[in-house]
């Protein structure tokens, strides 16, 4: 006789039953999972995955730009400043490598120092970290692991710390000499220069221009008069 028998019923995926004769199933933890019906267990969530809500039947993926390095996390970690997690699952987070920063937490991926800065640093958190290029020299190098300031060369100069350029001399100005002038020096009135980027000024020619009973006339633009060419003048009259 049968009268009265008991059939037993699948616990569902989430849950599990791990004793015999159970009468309820139940729900899987946070942090772990039972994708599968009629489990006895449920299983931690791999590293790299969690798991936020009881009777979850499969593990989530962490986000770029956090992770998980245990198993049955019921969340994921924010990477920290410096580092980041460019691809979804990670199980930890990689520094910012010389040259490159992060200044907030969960970087899917780092910042590169900008043109006229560099950063030998590693895990760098701050464009603070990135160091500027000097006056009178510039680089023109994005994301630079080591110096790569270059000085200016002759008939340029960079006046500004953190140049990715020099400039060049412009004319009726002139060149200080050194490889490092920090600006430009105007020409002397009684010389020009007439090519952007000279680095001397050239001498007005000599010469005068003569009228009856020596009265001088001023010399035209770009001349100067020279007492020695009066006085060889007086002489001669």
């Known amino acids: 006789d049968e009268t009265g028998a008991v059939s037993c019923k699948n616990c569902l995926p989430g849950e599990y039953s791990d004793k015999l004769s159970s009468t309820s199933c139940k729900s899987c933890l946070s942090g772990t999972y039972s994708a599968a019906i009629a489990s006895t267990s449920c299983s931690q969530c791999s590293p790299g995955t969690f798991a936020a809500q009881n009777q979850s039947t499969f593990c989530t993926s962490c986000d770029i730009g956090y992770y998980s390095s245990d198993k049955g996390m019921k969340g994921c970690l924010p990477c920290p400043t410096g580092t980041y997690a460019s691809a979804p699952g990670s199980q930890f987070c990689t520094d910012c490598a010389a040259g490159s920063f992060a200044s907030k937490q969960a970087s899917a991926d780092c910042e590169k120092c900008p043109t006229g800065t560099f950063s030998t640093l590693s895990k760098a958190t701050s464009i603070n970290d990135c160091l500027n290029c000097t006056i009178d020299t510039y680089s023109s190098t994005l994301g630079a692991n080591s110096n790569p300031c270059i ?4 008939s340029r100069f960079a006046s500004s710390v953190k140049s990715s350029s020099c400039q060049l001399l412009q004319a009726m100005t002139r060149f200080s000499g050194s490889t490092d002038a920090v600006s430009c020096d105007a020409c002397p009135t009684v010389a020009f220069a007439s090519t952007v980027g000279g680095s001397a000024c050239t ?3 000599i010469g005068l221009v003569f009228q009856h009973k020596l009265l001088i006339k001023p ?6 008069v020279v007492v020695l060419f009066v006085l060889l003048v007086s002489i001669f009259f």
Do not use: E, Q
């Open 219 to 224: 010399c035209p633009a770009g001349y100067i």
């Open 203 to 205: 001498l007005c020619f």
């Open 151 to 154: 000085p200016c060369g002759p």
